[in-house]
């Protein structure tokens, strides 16, 4: 079972600085499992540090602890549901994250007891030491059969995003044909990109821009989702299109566009709507998802996703305006990012529920609905350009590069609104409504798997 830990930056910054602390120090990191097939995913929910008084023994090279030191961390991961997985460090700039045959021997002492006591299927353990400005880090997932299951990679999603593989894993080779990618920003960033799970939902104009970029910087594992069908109209600016492919899925015309340039790519197509529970589901086992679509239903499954999941998502719109004479009058674009502790696309207004609630009607019920005035009509075909839409997915792409390489300015916007038609650019950074699913004080960040699958009403494919 591959596994990975996903931190935000309330779980791994007290991770980050306590491995630079001279002595031992450790902990329960509390995590939520959630499984697809062979996959699994670690949801770090909350670390609960042993307090000064509970040390035993306290060194550089080892500790030791009083059972209330961290038995109360049990009692709140069965109260979460979560998995209690034992964090310690090996600190000092050549302290090695692997387990010691002390560590070993207590793991066979609290494994069990970890698992009573928080009703969990697995106990977890983490190991982490400093490097540099970074950490490195083994861990593993123990069941009651001893069967053993390591903790493959870190993927922190906060300020900056990283993916950190456990310490053993071997540095894959980079392929030649990125070399001016990593004279920009390291083989380290580009190891990280050709490693990222990515999906891109809606393979329209921008979705298709999105696409081709991201392969051609390196991601060579991708998702691609979207139930439409190429039309003679999107051949204007559909990435991999031709004539000849009208009538066919986008998702299958764009993933053979894409091999031809990476025939290494490991690309996944769902010709399906993101507003079916079944296809939504799909998407939690990625570290990363681009929201291309133009709908609002389909919105706000990828706005709650990334809070439940801690998913970062970036999500992106293209307006184009213009009069009766048919004259451009503006040309809008946002790319808005989410990621655990920013506020959702609710919270910032660029959903409308009104609008989303009759997507997720069928046909019949929202031509019912709008003919008695309960609902507002659906817009019709919208004006789309292949300069405007490309110009908008690159800003996206830029924003995932500047999370992983950190080039900016700080403090990080989460939205960068372009006006294309006044050559302006603005940002902003906008925090959760108080209480609202995305605020860190609601308690929905990481909780993963619930029923309703994202707490949400579903309508029947």
């Known amino acids: 079972m591959k596994t990975t830990l996903v931190l935000t930056d ?38 609960m540090m042993v307090g000064e008084d509970s040390y035993l023994a306290r060194h550089g090279d080892g500790l030791s602890i009083a059972s209330e030191g961290y038995v109360p961390s049990l009692a709140e991961a069965e109260r979460l549901g979560a998995i209690p997985i034992w964090f310690h460090t090996h600190p000092g700039p050549d302290g090695w994250p692997l387990p010691s045959l002390a560590d070993r021997k207590v793991d066979e002492q609290i494994g069990e007891l970890f698992r009573l006591r928080a009703n969990a299927p697995f106990y977890g353990t983490l190991i982490a030491s400093p490097r540099g400005d970074e950490i490195i880090f083994s861990g593993a997932l123990q069941a009651e059969d001893g069967t053993t299951f390591n903790i493959d990679r870190l993927w922190q999603v906060g300020e900056r995003w990283r993916l950190t593989h456990a310490v053993n894993a071997a540095e894959p080779e980079l392929s030649p044909i990125f070399d001016r990618n990593v004279r920009a920003f390291g083989r380290a960033i580009q190891n990280t990109i050709g490693a990222l799970r ?3 939902v809606g393979c329209g104009g921008t979705g298709s821009a ?7 910087l390196g991601v060579r594992r991708l998702l691609l989702i979207d139930a439409d069908k190429l039309s003679a109209s999107n051949v204007t600016r559909v990435y991999g299109s031709t004539p000849k492919g009208e ?8 993933r053979a566009h894409l091999c031809t340039i990476a025939p290494d790519l490991d690309c996944q197509v769902m010709p399906s709507m993101i507003t079916l529970e079944n296809t939504a589901r799909k998407l939690v086992d990625r570290d990363l998802i681009f929201g291309c679509t133009d709908d609002n239903a389909g919105r706000l499954v990828l706005s709650r996703l990334s809070s439940y999941f801690l998913t970062p998502v970036i999500d992106v719109g293209v307006l184009l305006s213009s009069d009766a004479t048919g004259s451009l009058t503006g040309i809008d674009g946002r790319v808005t990012v989410l990621s655990p502790g920013a506020a959702c696309l609710v919270c910032r207004d660029r959903v409308d529920l009104a609008r989303a609630a009759v997507e997720l009607r069928t046909p019949d019920e929202r031509r019912r609905l709008e003919d008695e005035g309960y609902a507002p009509a659906l817009a019709g075909v919208e ?12 800003a996206a792409v830029n924003e995932l590069l500047e999370r992983l390489v950190g080039y900016g300015p700080l403090p990080r916007p989460n939205e960068v609104l372009l006006r294309l038609h006044e050559r302006e650019i603005s940002t902003n950074r906008t925090l959760p409504r108080p209480g609202h699913y995305c605020d860190v004080a609601n308690g929905k960040l990481g909780v993963g798997q619930t029923t309703p699958f994202l707490e949400q009403t579903w309508p029947n494919p």
């Open 383 to 394: 004006p789309a350009v292949v300069a405007f839409t490309t110009a908008v997915a690159a």
């Open 198 to 200: 990515v999906a891109i």
């Open 10 to 47: 309330i779980v791994s910054n007290p991770i980050r600085r306590v491995c630079r602390e001279p002595l031992e120090t450790a902990g329960v990191l509390l995590a939520t499992l959630a499984q697809t097939g062979g996959e699994a995913r670690l949801l770090g929910r909350k670390l």
């Open 247 to 254: 009538g066919t899925f986008k998702t299958e015309l764009l």
């Open 210 to 216: 999105v696409a081709e970029q991201l392969v051609r």
